[in-house]
């Protein structure tokens, strides 16, 4: 692993880690792989976008949900699905396509248990971006660990921007393009829980660490992305990812 230096959205330096293999080392013009810029637990929350909740409407009240949720429902991305900026994601050969899922990530900065929404910044280290891959599905009732959780289905970064150097979470536009293409344009504006409470909320029955994310939600109608495409999530104030997926390699063969 070697460490740099790269520019922020505003034109400041941050420091950023990536990783090259031993064989890379020994070639001149080495190609640089981003990591992902923390090593914690990821944990997202579904159903915080008002216009998730408007979709699902009267069937959040039918079996087999009974009403809507009165608490964060909650979904981990495991060591697995962790890759960095600018990475290719595989596609399993049962998957034809996955969801963009644009989601901000609030990266905890100090252990975190039973926090209140009054308290909350003071235990947020700053903001990522997360592409929260996933096989579409229609339920929320059961853990979509299968959807969710293949290798490679959370790429994050490019890198983590310091809670002050944002000025407002509550209110960043999200921008989603695949090949270029503008597909989704959403904001933290309208999340059920603003993020100290949805961070209140959390902690109030799990602690969070230190490295640890807190994904605030995927916004209503996240675009398709299919092998080939190009991802691009621009979160304002924080800056880009980038994901392409690729053909699982059974696929080329056949």
């Known amino acids: 692993m070697r460490r740099g230096r790269v520019a922020l959205p505003d034109g400041r330096a941050n420091d950023i880690a990536w990783a090259t293999t031993a064989s890379e080392d020994a070639e001149a013009g080495a190609t640089q792989h ?18 998730e909740l408007a979709m699902l409407d009267d069937a959040l009240s039918a079996p087999p949900y009974q009403a809507p949720p009165k608490a964060p429902i ?10 960095g900026h600018g990475r290719d994601v595989v596609l399993p050969v049962d998957v034809d396509a996955v969801w963009a899922g644009a989601c901000l990530g609030v990266a905890i900065g100090r252990t975190a248990t039973r926090v209140s929404a009054a308290q ?6 700053g903001y990522t971006i997360v592409n929260d891959l996933t096989v579409p599905h229609a339920s929320y009732y059961r853990p979509a660990i ?14 983590v921007v310091d809670r002050s150097d944002v000025p407002n979470e509550d209110a960043l536009d999200i921008t989603v393009r695949i ?3 503008i597909r989704q344009r959403a904001s933290t504006a ?8 949805l961070l209140a909320d959390v902690t109030a029955f799990m602690t969070l660490n230190a490295g640890d994310v807190l994904l605030v939600g995927m916004p209503e109608n996240p675009p398709l992305a ?3 495409d190009h ?3 621009d979160i304002a104030n924080i800056g880009t990812l980038t994901t392409r997926l690729v053909r699982h390699a059974q696929e080329d063969s056949q």
């Open 34 to 51: 981003w990591l992902p810029p923390v090593e914690g637990v990821v944990v997202g929350a579904l159903l915080n976008y008002r216009g």
């Open 74 to 83: 909650l979904y981990i991305k495991p060591a697995n699905t962790l890759v």
């Open 120 to 125: 909350a910044h003071a235990f947020i280290a």
């Open 146 to 159: 299968r959807h969710k959780c293949r290798d490679g289905f959370c790429p994050i970064g490019p890198w």
């Open 179 to 181: 090949n270029g293409e």
């Open 190 to 197: 309208t999340l059920v829980r603003p993020i100290a409470q």
């Open 226 to 228: 299919r092998a080939g």
């Open 231 to 233: 991802i691009d999530i």
